[in-house]
Structures are given as structure tokens and as C-alpha cells.
């Protein structure tokens, strides 16, 4: 009827208001989330599957803001991406996660491993390169302890300059992880194509493999593969023993999940590292 057309039309129109209003108040509070000193880089740590030592970490920002509290990245980042604050925002993370990492491989481990997340705007950003050379030179990391993990949305525009950019990382010995393996549709011919040196096997792929044989022979075959081009392979979402086990089994060489630990900040990180070094 009219009436119920009218209604549905009104309820749409408010959904999207408020969808709107929400994302308007999330970017405001984002642009000062820097000077407020808001956002936190919490840490997970990423293990070897063989014998279950930490071997290095994703730093993974958190943001808790004074109006709207606790916002999630999955919410903020597209945010920040579309709004060019992924820059500034991007090289806090850099800053923050390098600094740690420095630290922890003159405490504990020399070849600690720091794993950053780069968002397509910030891959493309012509200091990009800049800023991450000056940043590993400033806290004395070897570039082969940093791992820049992109999804395909970083290689979707076929532009030139991002292949020069794979190659120019490439060539300062920075690797690259392939993020989210599995979900898009183009992961194979961008394996082919660039210079990867890890592949990160999605977690709703991981999810399952203990009760859905398909899911357990994608996943053996992700493995195979990122072996047989000489890849490392990480499993994400690991958060099952019986999980750990099968990943184990099929020789996947990295996990990452609950089982082992949330992303926690700092200090907590550090106590983590302390735990496993003490004799
Ligand atoms: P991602 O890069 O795929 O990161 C993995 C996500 O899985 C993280 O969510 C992590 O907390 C979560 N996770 C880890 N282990 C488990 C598990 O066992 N089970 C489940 N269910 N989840 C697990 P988070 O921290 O909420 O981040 C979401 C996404 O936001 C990230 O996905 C990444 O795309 C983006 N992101 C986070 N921090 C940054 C950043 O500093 N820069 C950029 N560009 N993106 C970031
Ligand atoms: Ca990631
Ligand atoms: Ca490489
Ligand atoms: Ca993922």
C-alpha cells in the first residue's frame, strides 16, 4: 500500500541519515584523534607454528575517543583512508610499532619481527618510501624485520607507480605480506606478478577447517602453494588447539590468533616477551 511504501521510504531515509550523521561525528573526532593523543598501538604477537614462540608482531591500532568511546578500526580506517588522515595516521603507527620493535630485538630477539598494515591511500603517497626509510634509519631496524602487509584493494588500480613502488621496497629488502589471501578475486595473478615474500591465509578460511573438509583442503592448498613459490605462509584467526594442530600438520609455518593472544598493548606485550626468555 501507499501507507507501507511511505513508511519503508521513511525508515530508509532515516537509516541513512543516521549512517551519515555517525560517519560526519566519526571523521570530526578523527581529524584531532593525533593531537589528543587517542589512538594506541596495541601488538599480536605472531608465532612459529613448530614450537609456538613469539617470532614477532602485527601492530594494530586501537582508538578510544572522548565523545564517542571505544570506535573500531574496521570503522575508522576506511574513514581515515577516504579522508587522506591514513597519512599522519599511518606514520604514528610506523612510529610507535618501530620504536618497540627496537627495543624488543636489543632485549630479547635481534631479528624480531614487526608486521605493519599499509592502506592503499598511504601506499600511494609519494613520501611513503621516504618516510619509511627515514623512520628504519632513526630506530636502527634492519629493513629485513619489517614486513608491510597490503590487501589487493592496494593493487586493484593497476596503476604503474605501485608496481615501482613493490619493486623499490623490494630492493631496500622490506618484505611484503599478501593480506587477507583468499578473499579477493585476483590473489594468484598478484602473487605472480610482484615480489611477495609472505602470504597471509584469511581467517574465514582458518574458521572452519576443523569441521569443513573443503575448507581444510583450500587451506592444505594455500599452504602448498606459498611453499612452492617459496613463500612464507601465516595463518590468521588461529583460536582453537585443534586448529594449531592441523596447521601444524600441514606445515604452515606462522599463526596468529587467540589461541596465542589478543593484540595487547605494549607493556602487556613486553611481559609476553619476558615470559618466553626467561630461563
Ligand atoms: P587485519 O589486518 O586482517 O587484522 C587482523 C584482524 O583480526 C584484527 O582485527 C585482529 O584483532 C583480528 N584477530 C586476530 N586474531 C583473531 C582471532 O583469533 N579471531 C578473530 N575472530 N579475530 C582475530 P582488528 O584489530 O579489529 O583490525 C581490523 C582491520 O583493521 C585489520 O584487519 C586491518 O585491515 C585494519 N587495521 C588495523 N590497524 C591498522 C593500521 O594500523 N593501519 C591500517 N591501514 N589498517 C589497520
Ligand atoms: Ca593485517
Ligand atoms: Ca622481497
Ligand atoms: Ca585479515
Given at each position: 500500500?501507499?501507507?507501507?511504501?511511505?513508511?519503508?521510504?521513511?525508515?530508509?531515509?532515516?537509516q541513512?541519515?543516521?549512517?551519515?550523521?555517525?560517519?560526519?561525528?566519526?571523521e570530526?573526532?578523527?581529524?584531532?584523534?593525533?593531537q589528543r593523543?587517542?589512538?594506541e598501538?596495541?601488538?599480536?604477537?605472531?608465532v612459529?607454528?613448530?614450537?609456538?614462540?613469539?617470532?614477532?608482531?602485527?601492530?594494530?591500532?586501537?582508538?578510544?575517543?572522548?565523545?564517542?568511546?571505544?570506535?573500531?578500526?574496521?570503522?575508522?580506517?576506511?574513514?581515515a583512508?577516504?579522508?587522506?588522515?591514513?597519512v599522519?595516521?599511518?606514520?604514528?603507527?610506523?612510529?610507535?610499532?618501530?620504536?618497540?620493535?627496537?627495543?624488543?630485538q636489543?632485549?630479547?630477539?635481534?631479528?624480531?619481527?614487526?608486521?605493519?598494515?599499509?592502506?592503499?591511500?598511504?601506499?600511494?603517497?609519494?613520501?611513503?618510501?621516504?618516510?619509511?626509510?627515514?623512520?628504519?634509519?632513526?630506530?636502527?631496524l634492519?629493513?629485513?624485520?619489517v614486513?608491510?602487509?597490503?590487501?589487493?584493494?592496494?593493487?586493484?588500480?593497476?596503476?604503474?607507480?605501485?608496481?615501482?613502488?613493490?619493486?623499490?621496497?623490494?630492493?631496500?629488502?622490506?618484505?611484503?605480506?599478501?593480506?587477507?589471501?583468499?578473499?579477493?578475486?585476483?590473489?594468484?595473478?598478484?602473487?605472480?606478478?610482484?615480489?611477495?615474500?609472505?602470504?597471509?591465509?584469511?581467517?574465514?578460511?582458518?574458521?572452519?577447517?576443523?569441521?569443513?573438509?573443503g575448507?581444510?583442503?583450500?587451506?592444505?592448498?594455500?599452504?602448498?602453494?606459498?611453499?612452492?613459490?617459496?613463500?612464507?605462509?601465516?595463518?590468521?584467526?588461529?583460536e582453537?588447539?585443534?586448529?594449531?594442530?592441523?596447521?601444524?600438520?600441514?606445515?604452515?609455518n606462522y599463526?596468529?590468533?587467540?589461541?596465542?593472544?589478543?593484540?595487547?598493548?605494549l607493556?602487556e606485550?613486553?611481559?609476553?616477551l619476558?615470559?618466553?626468555?626467561?630461563?
Amino acid at each position: 500500500s501507499k501507507e507501507l511504501g511511505r513508511n519503508t521510504y521513511n525508515f530508509f531515509t532515516m537509516q541513512m541519515n543516521q549512517d551519515m550523521n555517525r560517519r560526519l561525528q566519526v571523521e570530526e573526532q578523527l581529524r584531532s584523534a593525533l593531537q589528543r593523543q587517542e589512538l594506541e598501538v596495541y601488538f599480536q604477537p605472531l608465532v612459529d607454528i613448530r614450537d609456538r614462540k613469539t617470532i614477532g608482531a602485527e601492530a594494530l591500532l586501537r582508538w578510544d575517543n572522548v565523545k564517542l568511546g571505544k570506535v573500531t578500526p574496521d570503522e575508522f580506517i576506511p574513514i581515515a583512508e577516504q579522508t587522506g588522515l591514513i597519512v599522519p595516521i599511518g606514520r604514528f603507527v610506523m612510529e610507535q610499532a618501530f620504536t618497540a620493535a627496537a627495543q624488543w630485538q636489543k632485549n630479547y630477539q635481534n631479528n624480531f619481527r614487526i608486521a605493519i598494515n599499509v592502506s592503499p591511500k598511504q601506499f600511494r603517497d609519494s613520501a611513503f618510501i621516504e618516510v619509511l626509510t627515514q623512520l628504519l634509519q632513526e630506530h636502527q631496524l634492519a629493513s629485513h624485520c619489517v614486513e608491510l602487509e597490503i590487501t589487493e584493494g592496494v593493487l586493484l588500480s593497476g596503476d604503474p607507480v605501485i608496481a615501482q613502488t613493490l619493486s623499490e621496497l623490494n630492493n631496500i629488502g622490506v618484505s611484503i605480506s599478501m593480506d587477507d589471501f583468499g578473499t579477493g578475486y585476483s590473489s594468484l595473478s598478484y602473487l605472480r606478478s610482484y615480489p611477495f615474500d609472505t602470504v597471509k591465509v584469511d581467517k574465514s578460511f582458518i574458521n572452519d577447517i576443523t569441521v569443513d573438509p573443503g575448507d581444510l583442503e583450500l587451506v592444505g592448498a594455500a599452504i602448498a602453494m606459498g611453499h612452492g613459490l617459496n613463500l612464507n605462509v601465516i595463518a590468521e584467526g588461529v583460536e582453537t588447539e585443534e586448529q594449531y594442530q592441523l596447521l601444524n600438520a600441514l606445515k604452515c609455518n606462522y599463526g596468529q590468533g587467540y589461541l596465542f593472544s589478543r593484540p595487547v598493548p605494549l607493556e602487556e606485550f613486553e611481559q609476553i616477551l619476558q615470559r618466553e626468555h626467561q630461563t
